[in-house]
């Protein structure tokens, strides 16, 4: 039996970010924005009384994404390779990828223009403070009532 539920569609989604992510699509800037993009169309954000979000991306709409982007995010070639030891080598430079990105900042001028950095460092230097200094002020409040 097929289900045709908000959750439903939520859960498909999710499917389709993790195959980008394991594969190692998201390495690459335009998966990465989609990913993100696609993220904002899940949970409470696919219910009709959810207010879209006020910034978007480069100018596009805020809602879901176009065919031809759910497409382009379904079918991302891999970056990565997995071998059967658990290591994980880029395709092209065939080397040892030491760390995989688990997280992503994405950082917000107030003109509405997004910047993403995979690393805090990488975001401190967008945002122009050290790394300690960030790491004080990033919004943690959703982490912390999870493992409270």
Known sequence: ??????????????????RAVHNGASRKDEIKRLILKLSYTMNSFRLSTTASLSTNYEGASSGALSKDEREKLSNAA????????????????????PQRISCVYEI??????????????????????????????????ILDSIEH
Request: charged share 30%.
């Open 1 to 18: 039996m097929r289900f045709f539920t908000k959750k439903s569609k939520d859960f498909q989604d999710f499917k389709i970010i993790c």
């Open 78 to 97: 891999p970056t990565v390779e997995h071998l059967s030891d658990g290591r994980v080598i880029d395709i092209l430079t065939r080397k040892v990828i």
């Open 108 to 141: 917000r001028e107030l003109n509405g223009e997004i910047f993403m950095a995979n690393t805090l460092s990488e975001a401190a230097s967008i945002v122009g403070v050290y790394p300690v200094t960030l790491s004080k002020y990033l919004d943690v409040e």
